[in-house]
């Protein structure tokens, strides 16, 4: 059964289940993103709400709909590993590792953006964060629409949605298209690795992955303990030095 929408059926709002109506969900979610608004969609870790990353007005729509500033730049999903060369200037031999053995998968990985990237994530600083999931849905939207600024499905400082009701609950006619998958194996987030502060990387956020598994790949991997542990946020990718952020549960 589908869930349940008490929205119009093509306004905003408009909830598809993934399982039932899946054509017409995916249909829907694309032409949403085409026309610049928010959709929220499942991941391997948490839903997430994504935007056509090539529209300042759609990620200021996605950052309005979080209540969050410019200074916490979404993460940029997409479907395939070799997406990555158009959005990264530069992918050190410790990240290449990390992409062969877990992606597609629970890992965000922030790389230098290459200047003619025409992005306006928010104060990113000249990096972006990049993750394919290990999603199918998720991964057959992408190819879709092509990458998505996805960041968790919740207002900033609540915890991050594991099924539909809750991101409707929290994000309401924000968005435009709710994709009911069921629920999320979350509530952990992804892990992020920046390899932008050093060649072998430095953990940002603990999350699915290890880091033990990651040193694996790239021995000169830092680990940098957390302060905090609040449940929104994205890690601070700006021209200040880099920092560990607060704790979000994004795209996933």
């Not at 200037?89 to 965000?108: D, E, H, K, Q, Y």
């Not at 394919?132 to 949605?161: Q, Y």
């Amino acid at each position: 059964m589908s869930a349940v929408n008490e929205s119009e059926p093509n306004g905003p709002g408009r909830c598809l289940d993934l399982r039932t109506e899946h054509d017409e969900a995916m249909a829907a979610a694309g032409r949403a993103v085409c026309e610049g608004r928010p959709i929220v969609l499942p991941t391997d870790t948490v839903y997430g709400v994504g935007v056509d990353p090539f529209s300042p007005e759609a990620v200021q729509g996605l950052l309005d709909a979080k209540r969050r500033g410019r200074d916490m730049p979404p993460p940029v999903l997409i479907a395939e590993p070799g997406m990555l060369p158009a959005l990264a200037s530069a992918v050190p031999p410790g990240a290449r590792r990390m992409i062969a053995r877990f992606w597609p998968g629970a890992l965000t990985l922030i790389l230098r953006a290459p200047t003619s990237l025409r992005m306006d994530l928010g104060e990113s600083g000249g990096t972006i964060a990049v993750r394919v999931p290990d999603h199918d849905d998720a991964r057959e939207l992408l190819r879709r629409t092509g990458p998505l600024a996805v960041s968790s499905a919740n207002v900033s400082g609540r915890p991050p949605a594991t099924d539909v009701a809750a991101a409707r609950s929290m994000l309401g006619d924000s968005v435009a298209v709710y994709l009911d998958g069921g629920p999320t194996p979350g509530p952990t987030a992804s892990t992020i690795v920046d390899f932008t502060r050093g060649y072998g990387g430095r953990m940002l956020r603990a999350g699915v992955i290890g880091f033990e598994a990651l040193r694996e790949c790239s021995p000169g991997l830092e680990d940098l303990p957390r302060a905090d542990g609040g449940p929104d946020a994205e890690p601070v990718r700006s021209s200040r030095p880099a920092s560990a952020g607060r704790d979000d549960r994004t795209g996933g």
